[in-house]
């Protein structure tokens, strides 16, 4: 069966210290793979979708970056952390570009 | 523009009573359209999926879901809610990528 890996499942970081959230997946090729950002009270803001391998789409223009060294993995990264990076960060994955996402189970990002 | 909404973000309901959880979505076709649950400070879980055929949909946990196209609407209903039911959920719809609504947060009485 398919599952997804996702970590560190917590991270406290100073203002302008850099990141890496890491989510992998297990059971399945060539998923598509998603970054979404949880605010409170503003849902799920999607911020990085792959297709393949090296092939990286960004929705939102910010100073987060993604990248995908490996058919199942995916890094999200920053240089420089901001105070508005904070929040919850979700990995998903899916079979097709058209169908169901499969969620990990999280990691909360605070910056101070 | 594409977009979800759920007009609620906070709903509160004995438990044993029915639920409805409100959603609607604007988009130039018809999308795919889903459910998730999200427990405090865990990922989100699939409830049901519509994409096409009969319009009432069956989910997990007694969770339907009723898809109309007039009324451009996607709502999750539930018989009798559980306090175990109490959690974040959200509507998605899928076109070219996943959008998600704000999240109508469950606060389930005893």
């Known amino acids: 069966s398919q599952t997804i890996h996702q970590w560190p499942a917590t991270l406290v970081q100073p203002v302008g210290s850099p990141l890496s959230l890491e989510c992998t997946v297990e059971g399945t090729s060539n998923p598509n793979l998603y970054w979404y950002r949880q605010a409170a009270g503003r849902g799920l803001q999607l911020l990085f979708y792959?297709?393949?391998?090296?092939?990286i789409s960004s929705e939102v223009p910010q100073n987060l970056s993604a990248s995908r060294p490996q058919d199942r993995q995916f890094i999200l990264s920053s240089k420089k952390l901001l105070l508005s990076d904070s929040g919850f960060y979700l990995c998903a994955w899916s079979v097709l570009a058209a169908g169901e996402l499969f969620f990990g189970e999280g990691s909360r990002l605070t910056v101070l | 523009a594409q977009s979800v909404t759920q007009p609620d973000i906070h709903i509160t309901v004995s438990e044993g009573a029915s639920l409805e959880l409100r959603c609607n979505y604007s988009?130039?076709?018809?999308?795919?359209l889903f459910w998730y649950v999200q427990s405090p400070g865990q990922g989100l879980q699939l409830l049901l999926k519509?994409?096409?055929?009969?319009?009432l949909v069956q989910g997990i946990k007694g969770f339907e879901a009723e898809f109309k196209r007039s009324q451009s609407s996607f709502n999750l209903r539930k018989p009798s809610v559980h306090w175990s039911d109490a959690a974040e959920y959200f509507c998605?719809?899928?076109?070219?990528?996943?959008?998600f609504g704000a999240g109508t947060r469950l606060t389930v009485k005893p």
């Open positions: 792959s297709v393949g391998i090296g092939q």
């Open positions: 519509y994409f096409s055929g009969d319009t």
């Open positions: 988009y130039g076709a018809t999308p795919y």
């Open positions: 998605a719809v899928q076109h070219d990528d996943m959008r």
